[in-house]
């Protein structure tokens, strides 16, 4: 009886393990390619210099949030560790220039947008 009773818990750890490292492995798979990275830097740069242009043209505040929210998700993409500094720091003056656009404060993102914008032009530079 005492011999069943380890083989159950043992057997019960197993299947206890063996489920948590499938959980731990249902992240991400692949890391992104050189070409995906370049693609991200240029799109968060992009959608970036958009956003600033809306804002310029007096847009609506829904478009560029839209725009801001692209540009960041964009930037979420931007796999390389040496510029991963730069790339929050850009995103950061991101998240400053939406906090603003909902605030109604529009000099203050627009000088986030730009700051945004060399951040990312500074990232692709390095890149």
């Known amino acids: 009886m005492k011999f069943l ?3 159950v818990i043992a057997l019960a750890v197993t299947f206890s393990l063996g ?3 499938q959980v731990l492995a249902a992240g991400k798979i692949e890391n992104a390619t050189p070409e995906e990275v370049a693609a991200s830097i240029a799109g968060a740069a992009q959608k970036s210099e958009d956003a600033l242009a809306a ?3 007096g847009e609506a505040d829904e478009t560029v949030l839209e725009l801001i929210k692209g540009a960041r998700q964009d930037s979420k993409r931007i796999e390389v560790g040496r510029l ?3 790339r929050t720091r ?3 003056h991101l998240k400053k220039a939406r906090r603003a ?3 109604g404060d529009k000099a203050q993102a627009e000088a986030s ?3 945004a914008i060399k951040g990312y032009q500074e990232v ?3 890149y």
Request: charged share 35%; net charge positive.
């Open 19 to 21: 489920s948590f490292t």
């Open 5 to 7: 009773k380890q083989i």
């Open 101 to 103: 656009v909902r605030n």
């Open 90 to 92: 850009s995103a950061a």
């Open 124 to 126: 692709k530079a390095e």
């Open 113 to 115: 947008l730009i700051e």
């Open 55 to 57: 804002l310029k043209n």
């Open 84 to 86: 991963d500094v730069k």
